[in-house]
């Protein structure tokens, strides 16, 4: 049997998403606990949260406003006790065996493990980005690329689908909510995770089925465009001119 694991989740609305995502984690998964966080939801998801809560099948915390992604995140992190946790995305439908590959590389002494991969432009990258309205003739750490293939490189794995060894978390924290609500979050976390001395993987075999951006992108909860470049400006400026070598997972898969 697996190691029990404390699985946190936002809920910002999209009723009919987490219900989808209920279904398929309760049926794909054993031996874990589930933490929601009801970030600010309507009358019809709150009341759906509060009868699962009511029949034990999990934990809410309840947020009248939505503090955002990335507070979210950490605040259902501090009411984790497990070994190990890890944050998932509502629209993120985890299928048979999912956990199992996670933990796969957890026993080849990886410390957090993922199941996307991205690769970000190293710096000094040239280039014209269009973000919006905006042209930026400069394309240092960016996001340019989803891994879908063992033999290519990496440089930081996705927080959602990311389980993670509470010791890793005791040392160095989680989320830096300088990029608050959104963006960054992910690459920041794994910059930190590396310099401390511990190991990332990537499970390109774990079986999640990912709508990506649901909530994000269908909500208006903050401007998309306005967001994604303020927080790229913070990460430049905090990381510049640092650079990991990119990781692959040839030959551990």
Request: aromatic share 14%; glycine share 8%; net charge neutral.
């Amino acid at each position: 049997m697996l190691p029990t694991v404390d699985i946190v989740c936002l809920v910002h609305n999209q009723l009919h998403i987490t219900k989808g995502f209920v279904k398929s984690l309760f049926e794909n998964t054993e031996n874990f606990n589930l933490i929601f966080i009801n970030n600010g939801s309507n009358k019809e998801t709150s009341e759906f949260l509060k009868n699962g809560e009511k029949e034990n099948k999990w934990k809410v915390i309840h947020l009248e406003e939505n503090i955002g992604i990335i507070k979210g995140r950490n605040l259902g992190v501090t009411h984790t006790e497990s070994e190990y946790f890890l944050n998932i995305d509502n629209d993120q439908y985890p299928k048979k065996g999912w956990l199992e590959n996670l933990f796969s590389l957890i026993n080849k002494g990886y410390d957090v493990v993922g199941s996307e991969a991205w690769s970000l432009l190293p710096p000094k990258s040239s280039g014209v980005i269009n973000i919006g309205k905006e042209s930026i003739n400069d394309r240092t750490y960016f996001p340019h690329h989803r891994c879908t293939s063992v033999n290519e490189k990496f440089t930081y794995i996705g927080c959602g689908g990311m389980l993670i060894k509470r010791d890793v978390y005791k040392n160095i924290g989680l989320f830096d909510e300088r990029f608050s609500p959104a963006y960054f979050e992910d690459p920041d976390l794994n910059f930190r995770v590396i310099q401390a001395g511990y190991k990332i993987g990537w499970q390109p075999k774990c079986p999640i089925d990912h709508l990506a951006h649901q909530t994000i992108n269908s909500q208006n909860l903050f401007n998309i465009n306005e967001q994604f470049l303020k927080s790229w400006k913070l990460f430049k400026e905090k990381w510049f001119p640092y650079y990991p070598e990119p990781f692959s997972m040839k030959g551990v898969i």
